[in-house]
């Protein structure tokens, strides 16, 4: 069983930065590839970031390439997302999800656990 708490999201505006942390409990967290979602009101929950357990693997949607870092802490049980150059259709509450394994799979039914969320809200 793995908990997952999100925090770090907020009110910015365009162009400004964010770092969501995920802290996970349990003693296997190094074993588990995490990723990050988000769902924005009225629209499904997509894919954002996810790596590896080992963190030497990372993968990105397309939106977000270039803008956006996910990395981890096995040691403090954290997987982060950095937000930078932070645009309005970012909007959305973010989730960290945690799938069994060492793939930094982009697919939403690979992950077993799934956060409660927190909501990032950029401004114009």
């Known amino acids: 069983q793995v908990q997952l708490v999100e925090s770090g999201g907020g009110l910015v505006q365009a162009g400004g930065s964010l770092r969501l942390s995920c802290v996970a409990s349990g003693r296997t967290f190094s074993t588990y590839a995490m990723g990050w979602f988000r769902q924005a009101p009225g629209k499904e929950r997509e894919f954002v970031a996810s790596i590896s357990w080992s963190g030497g693997s990372t993968y990105y949607a397309d939106s977000v390439k270039g803008r956006f870092t996910i990395s981890r802490d096995n040691a403090k049980n954290t997987v982060y997302l950095q937000m930078n150059s932070l645009k309005p259709e970012d909007t959305a509450v973010y989730y960290c999800?945690?799938?069994?394994?060492?793939?930094?799979?982009?697919?939403?039914?690979?992950?077993?656990?799934w956060g409660q969320g927190t909501q990032v809200t950029v401004s114009s």
């Open positions: 999800a945690a799938s069994p394994g060492d793939i930094a799979t982009p697919n939403t039914y690979q992950y077993n656990y």
